[in-house]
C-alpha cells in the first residue's frame, strides 16, 4: 500500500523551530520528487518547498526562503522540512506530495498523485 505519513507538527511559539517529516510505504522515494504545501483556515494550498528526485535541487517560496530547509534521507525513505524562526502566519496543515514529474512544475498541486494526511502547524504565543 503506497502511502504517505507527515509528522512533527505542532504549537510553537514565533521565532521557534520544528521539524517535519514526510515518511514513505509502499514505494521508494528515490525516483520521486517531493513537494511540501500548506493550507492555512480559508486560504487555497500553496507550495512551500519541493525537492527533486535527481540532483537534489530545491525550491522555496518566497515567503520561507532562509528559514526552511529541505532535505532527503533516501536510506530512511524519508524527506524532512526544518522549519527556523516561525511567523504566526506559517500557521496551517503542511501536507507532503511525491509523484514523478518536471522539477519546474513542482509547486503545482496537481502534479502529485500521492500525498499524505497533512500535520497541524501552529506558531501563537
Known amino acids: 500500500q503506497v502511502q504517505l505519513v507527515e509528522s512533527g507538527g505542532g504549537l510553537v511559539q514565533p521565532g521557534g523551530s520544528l521539524r517535519l517529516s514526510c515518511a514513505a510505504s509502499g514505494f521508494t522515494l528515490d525516483y520521486y520528487t517531493i513537494g511540501w504545501f500548506r493550507q492555512a483556515p480559508g486560504k487555497e494550498r500553496e507550495g512551500v518547498s519541493c525537492i527533486s528526485s535527481s540532483d537534489g535541487s530545491t525550491y522555496y517560496a518566497d515567503s520561507v526562503k532562509g528559514r526552511f530547509t529541505i532535505s532527503r534521507d533516501n536510506a530512511k525513505n524519508t524527506v524532512y522540512l526544518q522549519m527556523n524562526s516561525l511567523k504566526p502566519e506559517d500557521t496551517a496543515v503542511y501536507y507532503c506530495?511525491?509523484?514523478?514529474?518536471?522539477?519546474?512544475?513542482?509547486?503545482?498541486?496537481?502534479?502529485?498523485?500521492?500525498w499524505g494526511q497533512g500535520t497541524q502547524v501552529t506558531v501563537s504565543s
Open positions: 506530495a511525491a509523484d514523478r514529474l518536471l522539477f519546474r512544475l513542482c509547486v503545482r498541486l496537481d502534479e502529485y498523485g500521492y
